[in-house]
């Protein structure tokens, strides 16, 4: 199969990084300087939100559930 999965809005995993901070449930979630990665940002500039995290990272890398809502 060819392509890439993409979700517009529901509950999926995605990867993430600690590289703004450790990420806990409810943290906004934008893209990482690392392609393919979201990061926490306690304070998105608007539209650059890519979801709200449902798990937690206290590591480099994780995969954790997060809340799609692009807008």
Same mark, same amino acid.
């Given at each position: 199969?060819?392509?890439?999965?993409?979700?517009?809005?529901?509950?999926?995993?995605?990867?993430?990084? $600690? =590289?703004?901070? $450790?990420?806990?449930?409810? &943290?906004?979630?934008?893209?990482?300087?690392? +392609?393919?990665?979201? /990061?926490?940002? &306690? =304070?998105?500039? /608007?539209?650059?939100?890519?979801?709200?995290?449902?798990?937690?990272? &206290?590591? &480099? =890398?994780?995969?954790? +559930?997060?809340?799609?809502?692009?807008?």
């Amino acid at each position: 199969v060819n392509g890439y999965p993409i979700s517009l809005l529901g509950i999926v995993n995605a990867k993430v990084t $600690n =590289e703004n901070g $450790n990420v806990v449930p409810g &943290d906004l979630l934008v893209s990482s300087s690392k +392609p393919g990665y979201a /990061m926490k940002n &306690d =304070e998105p500039k /608007m539209g650059t939100v890519v979801g709200k995290s449902f798990g937690y990272c &206290d590591k &480099d =890398e994780c995969l954790i +559930p997060i809340f799609v809502a692009l807008s």
